[in-house]
């Protein structure tokens, strides 16, 4: 390998590549190749190398004093900067495949961390703030998408029209019943005009004109317009190069189909949310409700793709599902029936951490004394409308439209004593996901009473150790070395994510914590110092990172046509996933270890 093709090669590798090129060219001074057959030890507690290792081919497995697996190390991977810093380390690492390696004069590397303070940061920084380094890249702008949108791909409000001869009271009252401040007045000399809130007060109310008066006599003409086919940054420069805050919108022969309101079209350029909400107010059935829905794909995939934490776009996106459910539940229920339920979701929908819909988990707490069956042919309705809408039905049919989670606030008071006093799996999942639920509609003082007494009824130590016992059921691998080749499928969901809620929920359950979502939940138990800061940080970071790449996942799925699964295919990721999932599941691994601490599950069986 010549030195350019090295030179090439490190740079590829944080944090060399933030090496001056005199600083490159001192490294690659003091930089040899080496070859360590299998089995090799290279580091131990009893011998500390005087270099720094650089993978080119093979592996390298870390094992700790107790001999376990904790890491592997791959192509690109490098290792021990500790040693070489510190002098001194408590693992030891041995060579798993014959290796092929650089190796770094330790003194030159002690050089490069003096001279360049990135390089000497990256190596002395804590795990969470070389996963934040990690992921600290910059991801493509949402602009190009935004400079070809169509102004019909955004919200388009129904234009109140009236003619130019329509007395002013008359086009007010109209005005009120589209629920607009904009009234449209149609000319056959001069086209389209418009009255607004604004010129109401200044040539009707300063002025003290009669309300009779026709409205051609205050409207200004003409209104600038702008054909639905056009490009939405158009619209964006008119009403930025006029000062104005709305256009209307009409079609190929001039006739007007709406209004396009400046704040629809900023709010495009952020990602839909404000077009969808509006949507979502103004549904009048089901239709309007798909129609509102359909675009959370593309929220969840421009968010994704510019990077945007995904605690922000589970927030986001369980904000707008939220109203979805308000609206349907307004929509499907008498009035007289709404305020003496309660609607809820419950499972990843209730944590707000449900992003591409995977199923639905909900119920439905009638109070007592209240009829219950007269709900039922409403729930099915309900439930068949939210599998129209997108949200496929669950597979365990917790579900409203299932009389067993549509019932008075005592039955599910009784399903509650029979969960923690007679448990077997089914009372273990039932509760698991009830503990999660958050209230979409209704009357939500049945459900704060209902998990009130969940938490009084559930502080046992013996019943929350078997709770918390599933958090170790499914295994967490150590090395990322145990999925590549022929067994290169990783189940995210069963190796990360369920330890983490599981046992952040078992933990939240024996501190009587009422909040429902994961990283607001490792918060709390940090605040009352149930969880350290550093283990906080950590749990937070890999939830991050494993939530991330099941979401990229979910969504190459979508776009292939295929189905959508939690394995993901380790042989697909980049370096730098590749790293960050090796870190996350580490601290995976020793989150369980907590939580079998705390619950002394080694007590169970």
Same mark, same amino acid.
Not at 364 to 393: C, E, F, N, S, W
Not at 436 to 443: E, L, P, Q, T
């Given at each position: 390998?010549?030195?350019?093709?090295?030179?090439?090669?490190?740079?590829?590798?944080?944090?060399?590549?933030?090496?001056?090129?005199?600083?490159?060219?001192?490294?690659?001074?003091?930089?040899?190749?080496?070859?360590?057959?299998?089995?090799?030890?290279?580091?131990?507690?009893?011998?500390?190398?005087?270099?720094?290792?650089?993978?080119?081919?093979?592996?390298?497995?870390?094992?700790?004093?107790?001999?376990?697996?904790?890491?592997?190390?791959?192509?690109?991977?490098?290792?021990?900067?500790?040693?070489?810093?510190?002098?001194?380390?408590?693992?030891?690492?041995?060579?798993?495949?014959?290796?092929?390696?650089?190796?770094?004069?330790?003194?030159?590397?002690?050089?490069?961390?003096?001279?360049?303070?990135?390089?000497?940061?990256?190596?002395?920084?804590?795990?969470?703030?070389?996963?934040?380094?990690?992921?600290?890249?910059?991801?493509?702008?949402?602009?190009?998408?935004?400079?070809?949108?169509?102004?019909?791909?955004?919200?388009?409000?129904?234009?109140?029209?009236?003619?130019?001869?329509?007395?002013?009271?008359?086009?007010?009252?109209?005005?009120?019943?589209?629920?607009?401040?904009?009234?449209?007045?149609?000319?056959?000399?001069?086209?389209?005009?418009?009255?607004?809130?604004?010129?109401?007060?200044?040539?009707?109310?300063?002025?003290?004109?009669?309300?009779?008066?026709?409205?051609?006599?205050?409207?200004?003409?003409?209104?600038?317009?702008?054909?639905?086919?056009?490009?939405?940054?158009?619209?964006?420069?008119?009403?930025?190069?006029?000062?104005?805050?709305?256009?209307?919108?009409?079609?190929?022969?001039?006739?007007?189909?709406?209004?396009?309101?400046?704040?629809?079209?900023?709010?495009?350029?952020?990602?839909?949310?404000?077009?969808?909400?509006?949507?979502?107010?103004?549904?009048?059935?089901?239709?309007?409700?798909?129609?509102?829905?359909?675009?959370?794909?593309?929220?969840?995939?421009?968010?994704?793709?510019?990077?945007?934490?995904?605690?922000?776009?589970?927030?986001?996106?369980?904000?707008?599902?939220?109203?979805?459910?308000?609206?349907?539940?307004?929509?499907?229920?008498?009035?007289?029936?709404?305020?003496?339920?309660?609607?809820?979701?419950?499972?990843?929908?209730?944590?707000?951490?449900?992003?591409?819909?995977?199923?639905?988990?909900?119920?439905?707490?009638?109070?007592?004394?209240?009829?219950?069956?007269?709900?039922?042919?409403?729930?099915?309705?309900?439930?068949?409308?939210?599998?129209?809408?997108?949200?496929?039905?669950?597979?365990?049919?917790?579900?409203?439209?299932?009389?067993?989670?549509?019932?008075?606030?005592?039955?599910?008071?009784?399903?509650?004593?029979?969960?923690?006093?007679?448990?077997?799996?089914?009372?273990?999942?039932?509760?698991?996901?009830?503990?999660?639920?958050?209230?979409?509609?209704?009357?939500?003082?049945?459900?704060?009473?209902?998990?009130?007494?969940?938490?009084?009824?559930?502080?046992?130590?013996?019943?929350?150790?078997?709770?918390?016992?599933?958090?170790? @059921?499914?295994?967490?691998?150590?090395? %990322? &070395? !145990?999925? /590549?080749?022929? +067994?290169? =499928?990783?189940? #995210?969901?069963?190796?990360?994510?369920?330890?983490?809620?599981?046992?952040?929920?078992?933990?939240?359950?024996?501190?009587?914590?009422?909040?429902?979502?994961?990283?607001?939940?490792?918060?709390?138990?940090?605040?009352?110092?149930?969880?350290?800061?550093?283990?906080?940080?950590?749990?937070?970071?890999?939830?991050?990172?494993?939530?991330?790449?099941?979401?990229?996942?979910?969504?190459? @799925?979508?776009?292939?046509?295929?189905? %959508? &699964? !939690?394995? /993901?295919?380790? +042989?697909? =990721?980049?370096? #730098?996933?590749?790293?960050?999932?090796?870190?996350?599941?580490?601290?995976?691994?020793?989150?369980?270890?907590?939580?079998?601490?705390?619950?002394?599950?080694?007590?169970?069986?």
């Amino acid at each position: 390998m010549s030195i350019q093709d090295q030179e090439i090669f490190l740079s590829n590798i944080h944090p060399f590549g933030h090496l001056t090129p005199s600083q490159m060219s001192m490294c690659l001074q003091h930089m040899d190749i080496a070859y360590y057959p299998k089995d090799t030890i290279l580091i131990s507690p009893n011998n500390i190398p005087n270099t720094f290792f650089i993978i080119i081919k093979g592996s390298v497995f870390e094992y700790s004093k107790e001999n376990n697996l904790i890491m592997d190390y791959q192509s690109e991977d490098s290792f021990d900067s500790n040693s070489l810093i510190y002098g001194k380390c408590e693992h030891t690492f041995k060579v798993h495949e014959e290796l092929i390696c650089y190796e770094i004069d330790k003194k030159a590397f002690l050089s490069l961390m003096e001279k360049n303070q990135e390089f000497k940061d990256f190596f002395l920084k804590d795990l969470v703030n070389k996963i934040k380094t990690l992921k600290d890249k910059e991801y493509t702008s949402e602009l190009s998408s935004f400079m070809i949108a169509k102004v019909q791909d955004t919200l388009i409000h129904e234009a109140c029209i009236v003619e130019e001869d329509t007395k002013l009271i008359d086009a007010i009252e109209k005005s009120m019943e589209f629920k607009t401040s904009t009234i449209i007045v149609k000319s056959k000399e001069l086209g389209y005009g418009i009255i607004t809130d604004s010129l109401l007060k200044v040539k009707v109310l300063l002025q003290g004109r009669d309300l009779t008066i026709p409205v051609k006599d205050i409207a200004i003409f003409p209104l600038l317009t702008i054909q639905k086919d056009d490009y939405l940054f158009e619209a964006l420069t008119i009403l930025v190069k006029r000062n104005i805050k709305r256009v209307g919108v009409v079609n190929s022969s001039g006739e007007m189909v709406g209004i396009l309101e400046q704040i629809d079209i900023l709010s495009h350029f952020a990602n839909h949310t404000y077009v969808i909400e509006s949507k979502i107010k103004n549904a009048k059935n089901v239709e309007d409700l798909k129609n509102a829905s359909k675009d959370f794909l593309d929220i969840i995939t421009s968010l994704q793709a510019k990077g945007v934490k995904i605690y922000h776009i589970s927030n986001l996106i369980g904000q707008l599902n939220t109203k979805v459910y308000q609206k349907l539940y307004s929509l499907t229920l008498p009035k007289e029936l709404q305020d003496n339920a309660c609607l809820i979701v419950m499972g990843s929908e209730g944590r707000n951490e449900q992003i591409i819909k995977t199923d639905q988990d909900n119920a439905l707490i009638v109070k007592d004394g209240v009829d219950v069956d007269q709900y039922r042919p409403y729930m099915k309705q309900l439930t068949d409308d939210l599998i129209a809408l997108g949200y496929p039905p669950c597979e365990g049919n917790i579900m409203v439209s299932n009389p067993a989670w549509c019932k008075s606030f005592s039955d599910f008071k009784s399903d509650i004593v029979k969960w923690i006093n007679n448990p077997d799996m089914k009372s273990y999942l039932d509760l698991a996901i009830f503990i999660d639920s958050f209230s979409v509609a209704g009357d939500k003082e049945l459900l704060i009473s209902l998990k009130e007494y969940v938490f009084n009824k559930a502080q046992n130590d013996l019943f929350l150790a078997y709770f918390a016992k599933s958090t170790t @059921a499914f295994e967490t691998p150590t090395a %990322i &070395s !145990n999925f /590549i080749g022929k +067994n290169s =499928l990783i189940n #995210i969901k069963k190796a990360a994510i369920f330890p983490i809620v599981q046992g952040i929920r078992s933990l939240s359950l024996k501190e009587k914590i009422k909040e429902t979502t994961t990283i607001k939940r490792i918060k709390i138990l940090e605040d009352r110092k149930i969880i350290e800061k550093n283990m906080a940080a950590e749990l937070v970071e890999a939830f991050e990172i494993v939530n991330t790449l099941r979401l990229k996942n979910h969504l190459e @799925a979508i776009n292939n046509a295929k189905p %959508i &699964s !939690n394995e /993901i295919d380790t +042989n697909t =990721l980049g370096k #730098i996933e590749r790293d960050l999932l090796k870190e996350s599941l580490k601290i995976v691994n020793e989150f369980k270890k907590f939580v079998s601490y705390i619950f002394k599950l080694d007590k169970i069986y």
